[in-house]
């Protein structure tokens, strides 16, 4: 026999006394002693899944169980329990107002098909009919139907959300194959949209599938984001995501965000009335050209898979309003280790987007935001610095003396190389331009001109006197001189 | 098996808009202490929590068993507790009848722009199913000095 204290509000449970005895070795097999002897307590010590409530707090001489062992929690003869309250509430939250709370008799109904089509959803408590009629009755967006887009709008299709809107303008690329599962071989040259929508129709006929054939811009944003409840970012650029976020701030929307580069992802649910924003994570951008893209930096195939999918999960948990959402939460998943960490993150009152002051008020220009200044027009190519792959090729054909420089990684080179080049990688340059001679003539050549750019001008810092840049890098030798080799 | 009233004096009245408004945007919270649906003071206790107190409030355990303690002190019982709700009705969220307590009085003040309106009291339905609003007397002030808030 053991003591259990009784806090104020369950004591008319047990005819007003303050302590009850009951018997039992654990915790657990004394509530359970306890709740048969006061019947009444069972309803608000255990939710309908048996689970004590999260606000019951069991306490052993002073010490929480879920410290100790939980409801296995020994106890000995003599030893005190106490229940005690944790109390908690609030106002509603959007996702309260906006699906939650939605009083059942809106929510539509489902059909037979439906419930057979759903039935291992219906078949747990958590999620249920009323759970499969606010899938149904919810509205997602997802930004992009590329590599994050494609798994999260699969599975909310799969999972039965009822309209699924899609932003996207690009066309399907033989190089987006390897991880936007969305799209097949057919598909290639097609508009994204119309290969997802194609997809996911036959994936699902039950669901709505919007598509908004745009460049998400400032200007449409707001009206964009308008008539959905979540909006999921699998963007793949700064100044879109900051769009994305201000724009989930001012329409109180949650933003389910994921990210991807190389090995690694991130994924954290923001802009909820309560948690905090990416601008409370990241208040400024990176400088240009810090953060390369993934085209730029590759990524592996299989980790837009796990990021989109979690952004699914966090989707279609906001919807249903059950399980802990990855709000005040950031995951960052590394797939070379196979590891996830979690950081905290905490509102910022100083956040110029969600905080108590906030100085982003309306949606700005992102670009500039970003540092990113439109690109020059097609200039003329500039002689003295720059040649093109028709000029160099009649230039090797009348047999002058000059020498190309391949600046890309050594993993490149494997795919194509132009033959006769000499490779020195970006990042040794500085350290090995001793190797060449400061008089002879050379052009410097990568995939596309950037980096080959960036050496061209160290070289000339360096006196250099003719040093040119292949303009369009190797991609458009290809184009233009040498069809043979692969492009990547 | 609840009787669904509570009667609060002007001065304990006064003590909850006033925290409501000193803590706004974010939510406050304390104990009422009374007997028999008169509140004659008030425990105001920090908002410990961790999803955003512009939003939810958190009385934790050890804040709890202080409220006891002062009830059993003052020789009366803990009848139920108080929040605010910033810029939003003093009505019952979901959330709200998701964490209740039987018996307790929800005593809710609206916070409009950092200016307290509306009170309302609610009590939580023996089936949890949902809340039933109670009847919020406006008592006489027998002792100006009864509404202590303790602020922590």
Redesign the interface.
Known sequence: MAKILIPTPLRPYTDKQDAVDAAGATVGELLADLTRRHSGLKAHLYNEQGKLRSFVNVYVNDEDIRYLQKEQTPVAAGDTVSIIPSVAGGAETTIDRSVRQQPDHDLPTLTNDEVKRYSRHLIMPEVGVDGQRKLKAAKVLCIGAGGLGSPVAMYLAAAGVGTIGLVDFDVVDFSNLQRQILHSTPDVGLPKLQSAKNKLNALNPEVKIVTHETALSSQNALQLFEPYDVIVDGTDNFPTRYLVNDACVLLGKPNAYGSIFRFEGQASVFATKNGPCYRCLYPEPPPPGLVPSCAEGGVLGVLPGIIGIIQATETVKLIMGIGEPLIGRFLIYDALRMRFRELKLRKDPDCPACGTHPTVTKLIDYEQFCGITAAPEPAKVNSATELTSLELKARLDRGDKLTIVDVREPNELQINRIPGSLHIPLGDVPRRYNELDPDAEYVMQCKSGVRSGKAADFLRSVGFKRVLNLKGGILDWIDKVDPTQPKY | ??DCRLTVTPSIEYAIRAHGQETY?H?C?GALLGRDGHVSALVALPNT?????????????TD??EA?RR?AELGA??LG?Y?S????PAR?????LD??????A?LIVAVAEAKATDMTVWFLK???SSFEEGTLNHGENPHPDTAEAVHR
């Open positions: 098996m609840t945007p939510e919270c929590t961790e999803e955003g107190p512009r939003r939810r409030f958190l009385v934790r355990p709890y068993r006891e009830a019982e803990l507790f929040h709700h910033p810029d939003h019952p969220s979901q959330y709200d964490h209740a307590w039987p018996t307790f929800y023996d089936d949890r």
